[in-house]
Every structure is written in structure tokens, then in C-alpha cells.
């Protein structure tokens, strides 16, 4: 009895915190976009509340650079170098949540590119290397998928040296 108690407990704060997370198309806060996707989506954004941890892995294209639990990182083309903002807003970020951080150093091991933040619209610390702002493939479900490599010829995986890998 106490375990069907238990289950019926869980399934009730599960249906809460999904409609909590709802959101509304178009907006610009990333965590809603991230879960309108799929639940699974969540997943990659969980870094942003421990702070980013950076790490390189070898994947189909090489080295690239991962976060804490091994998912892709990538750049977005259309993205201008130091200019402290991110050109992916709106409905963008429901396919392309940023690496959040709550440091402004991200501890980092074998990116030898350099470290840094911006701070969104919204007032979150968003990782950058080499002054570039860094991004999740809503589609990448495990570690190593590399799904977003070059989609619309605009988003790709980045080497530990910070460049992107076309």
C-alpha cells in the first residue's frame, strides 16, 4: 500500500512540475524552451545548476569539447567573436539551449581555448571559449551524438582549442 502510495505521490509531482515548465513559444528564457522539446531535453541544462565543468572526448569528428557529462558543445555561426551576446534568441534556443554556468571560471580539463561568460537577457551566466557563446543540440539524446554538426550550415562541434570543426 505504501509503495502504490508512494508511486501515486511521484506520477502527481511529476504532472506539476511539467506543467510548471510549460512555457510559451517564442519566448526567450531557455529553460521552458528546453523542456517544450522533449523531456529528455532537460538533461543538458542540468550543468547550469552545479556550474560547467568543460572536458574534451573523442567523438566521429575528433576531439571535441563536451560538457561534465560527455554532450556536445557547439557554436553558432552566426555568432559575432567578443561581442558579449548571443545571436540565437527566441524560438532558437528551444533547439539550442546554452551551456549555463553559475562560475565566472568553469573548471575545465584538456580545452586549452579560453574560458569565459556572458551575461544573458535574462541575467544567466552563459560559458563562452575564445568569445564565442557555447550551445546543446536538443536532439543530441546521449553522450558523443554529434547531431547539430553543421546543421543549416550554421552550428558546429568545437575543437579543445576553442575553433569550430567543419
Do not use: H, R
Request: overall charge positive; some cysteine.
Amino acid at each position: 500500500m505504501k509503495k502504490q502510495l508512494g508511486i501515486g505521490l511521484a506520477v502527481l509531482a511529476l504532472a506539476a512540475a511539467l506543467t510548471a515548465c510549460g512555457g510559451t513559444p517564442g519566448t526567450t528564457t531557455t529553460t521552458p524552451a528546453a523542456t517544450t522539446a522533449a523531456p529528455t531535453t532537460a538533461a543538458p541544462t542540468t550543468p547550469a545548476a552545479t556550474g560547467a565543468e568543460l572536458k574534451t572526448a573523442t567523438s566521429s569528428l575528433g576531439q571535441i569539447v563536451v560538457d561534465s557529462k560527455g554532450m556536445s558543445l557547439y557554436f553558432f555561426t552566426k555568432d559575432v567573436k567578443d561581442s558579449g551576446t548571443s545571436a540565437c534568441v527566441g524560438a532558437c534556443l528551444a533547439a539550442w539551449p546554452p551551456l549555463f554556468t553559475t562560475s565566472d571560471s568553469p573548471k575545465v580539463d584538456g580545452v586549452t581555448g579560453k574560458i569565459g561568460t556572458i551575461t544573458t537577457a535574462d541575467g544567466k551566466k552563459q560559458v563562452t571559449i575564445n568569445g564565442m557563446p557555447v550551445y546543446y543540440y536538443a536532439k543530441d539524446k546521449a553522450a558523443g551524438d554529434v547531431l547539430g554538426q553543421n546543421f543549416n550550415t550554421a552550428w558546429y562541434v568545437i575543437s579543445p582549442a576553442g575553433e569550430m570543426i567543419k
